[in-house]
């Protein structure tokens, strides 16, 4: 009667079976530094990404505003100023105006390229703490059970056919930024038309 009863008794739980095991017990530890560790990470990684976004808002904002204040000071001069002098010297207005937008455009993609890396960079940081938390998931289920080497092998490939998905479907294609910088090129050579027409009208 009592070897039966102690063949039908189930196992110890996992979590118990972890506290029982000094590796499993000291392999969880390390795991749950190293996943709150990767979640501040990408909590910097995102505050760092929408500081990168409110610049570049900023830019844009700015690139108008210079324009828009250039203009209504032109505007205001040549109304006082004799056409063929101010037209003469229009060259002058012109020039600064598209040197100042090539430096802000410059400036936008910059900053756009850095968003790239951050995003990159958090999206990779973003899968490291997916694939920490399904081994720690693994572990507390399974117990001692758990095989190292094994799961977070089969974790790791599951990654990897992730990325390479994602690489595979990733083409080359228009985006925001892109258009955002073809529109602010559009509108520093109007502002150029627009400083000549002002000037010589």
């Known amino acids: ?6 063949e039908s008794k189930p196992p110890p739980h996992p979590l118990r079976q972890i506290a029982e095991s000094a590796t499993h017990k000291l392999l969880l530890k390390q795991w749950l530094k190293e996943e709150e560790l990767l979640l501040r990470r990408v909590a910097l990684r995102e505050t760092r990404l929408d500081a990168a976004r409110r610049e570049t808002t900023g ?3 700015a690139f108008f505003v210079f324009h828009s204040t250039a203009l209504l000071l032109l505007f205001s001069s040549a109304s006082d100023a004799p ?3 101010t037209c003469h010297r229009s060259w002058i207005p012109c020039l600064l105006s ?3 937008s090539l430096g802000l455009i410059w ?6 390229d850095t968003e790239k890396v951050l995003e990159r960079m958090l999206e990779r940081e973003k899968e490291d703490a997916l694939l920490l938390g399904k081994c720690v998931g693994e572990l507390r289920k399974k117990g001692a ?7 977070v092998d089969a974790l790791r490939r ?3 056919l992730r990325v390479e998905a994602k690489a595979a479907a990733a083409v080359r294609r228009w985006s925001g930024r892109d258009l955002g910088i073809m529109a602010l090129f559009a509108a520093a050579c109007g502002a150029v038309a627009l400083t ?4 010589c009208s």
């Open 59 to 61: 830019l844009f904002c």
């Open 107 to 112: 400036a936008v993609r910059y900053k756009g």
């Open 158 to 160: 599951a990654k990897s």
């Open 98 to 100: 598209l040197l100042s």
């Open 1 to 6: 009667m009592s070897e039966a009863s102690m």
């Open 83 to 85: 056409a063929p002098r």
């Open 145 to 151: 059970e758990f095989d190292l080497l094994k799961e």
């Open 196 to 199: 000549r027409f002002v000037l």
